[in-house]
């Protein structure tokens, strides 16, 4: 799940990635993992990006509403159509 707070706080702050990775003195690429949900950050980069922005640890890596409801609803749109394929394959044996 992408981490969208971190996005918003630097393009309010008007800095760039690269900037930001050396203020905090984390990879650029190491942000990038954090931000898309690859990697969960370890205390000390958490700790980190906490301090540069100034915003806590639950509200910089908290999941967006809106993604949280856009994860339901693929996983209900992949359950509906599991649901089809079983009962076009039991029509088909029958």
Same mark, same amino acid.
């Given at each position: 799940?992408?981490?969208?707070?971190?996005?918003?706080?630097?393009?309010? &702050? @008007?800095?760039?990635?690269?900037?930001?990775? =050396? *203020?905090? &003195?984390?990879?650029?690429?190491?942000? *990038?993992?954090?931000?898309? @949900?690859?990697?969960?950050? *370890?205390?000390?980069?958490? =700790?980190?990006?906490? +301090?540069?922005? @100034?915003?806590? *640890?639950?509200?910089?890596? &908290?999941? %967006?509403? !809106?993604? =949280?409801? !856009?994860?339901?609803? =693929?996983?209900? /749109?992949?359950?509906?159509?599991?649901? /089809?394929?079983? %009962? !076009?394959? +039991?029509?088909?044996? +029958?």
């Amino acid at each position: 799940m992408k981490r969208t707070t971190i996005i918003e706080e630097t393009k309010k &702050r @008007g800095i760039t990635f690269t900037s930001l990775a =050396q *203020s905090t &003195r984390i990879s650029k690429e190491m942000i *990038s993992h954090i931000i898309n @949900g690859r990697h969960n950050p *370890s205390w000390e980069t958490q =700790q980190r990006l906490v +301090n540069f922005f @100034g915003i806590s *640890s639950e509200l910089l890596f &908290r999941p %967006r509403f !809106d993604e =949280q409801m !856009d994860s339901v609803y =693929q996983k209900t /749109k992949e359950m509906k159509t599991n649901a /089809k394929f079983k %009962r !076009d394959c +039991n029509k088909e044996t +029958n």
